[in-house]
């Protein structure tokens, strides 16, 4: 008995360890980071954006940003703050309507087969149109 209760036991535990590292969120330390400000000097932005490609260095916030791309991607953001998820709608918006061909060679780079072009296909649909984002 003792036996079943302690690998029973070990179950659960493994079970609440998975549902706490399932619901972790990305790290919100970079979070204040003035995206207006990026997004609004050329020099900043290209500096970002020759990271998130891998042709350029990356700042450790850049590094964090390139790294979970695909993830994000992935599973819609799961992992995303509320206001990573602004952060996120708001660079969007700009690519779409003011950096369209750096949209593309991002997109390019991170959906190669078209998978989440697909996807996001509404989602890019109300960016255009200057309509809330839903996830």
């Known amino acids: 008995m003792a036996i079943k209760l302690s690998v ?4 659960v535990l493994l079970g609440a360890i998975g549902l706490v590292l399932g619901a972790e969120k990305y790290t919100d330390k970079y979070d204040n980071i003035d995206i207006d400000e990026i997004l609004g000097n050329q020099r900043l ?3 970002y954006f ?3 490609r891998g042709k350029g260095k990356c700042t450790p916030d850049g590094a964090e940003l390139k790294e979970s791309i695909p993830d994000a991607l992935k599973t819609e953001c799961a992992k995303c703050t ?4 602004k952060g996120v709608e708001k660079v969007l918006r700009f690519l ?3 950096k369209a061909d750096d949209y593309k060679v991002l997109e390019e780079q991170y959906d190669p087969e078209g998978v989440y072009r697909k996807k996001y296909e509404t989602q890019k649909k109300l960016a255009e149109e200057g309509k809330p984002i839903e996830y």
């Open 96 to 98: 779409i309507k003011e």
């Open 8 to 11: 029973l036991s070990v179950v």
């Open 45 to 47: 932005y290209q500096k």
């Open 82 to 85: 509320d206001k990573q998820k």
């Open 50 to 52: 020759d990271c998130i």
